[in-house]
Nanobody, 119 residues
């Protein structure tokens, strides 16, 4: 599976951005697609994920209610809509694909897209 993330940029606090992750490859569809982020000097953290079969999603507490993950089956694309952005959301955002629920790890990773939120 190849993943291509896009949509990052500079936005003011309180603004919105929508990231996209286009997936391709012979093993698609996958079990779920996740978004992670890594802020400068910090470890990578889980942001949220969507299960491909039924579209159910989950989020880390810090983004719950502000971020929404959706999928476009026809385009094999996942979106991360980020509203009410805060400076602490500044990070490189990565999408990842998990092929099977039997193994709790993400198998494929995109290259990352930078989101910068100014105060």
């Amino acid at each position: 599976v190849q993943l291509q993330a896009s949509g990052g940029g500079l936005v003011q606090a309180g603004g919105s951005l929508r990231l996209a992750c286009a997936a391709s490859g012979r093993t698609f569809p996958v079990y779920n697609m996740g978004w992670f982020r890594q802020a400068p000097g910090k470890e990578r953290e889980f942001v949220g994920a969507i299960r491909w079969s039924d579209g159910s999603s989950s989020y880390t507490n810090s983004v719950q209610g502000r971020f929404t993950i959706s999928k476009d089956n026809a385009k094999n694309t996942v979106h991360l809509l980020m509203n009410s952005l805060k400076p602490e959301d500044t990070a490189v955002y990565y999408c990842a694909a998990r092929v099977t629920p039997l193994v709790s790890k993400y198998d494929y990773w995109g290259q990352g897209t930078l989101v910068t939120v100014s105060s």
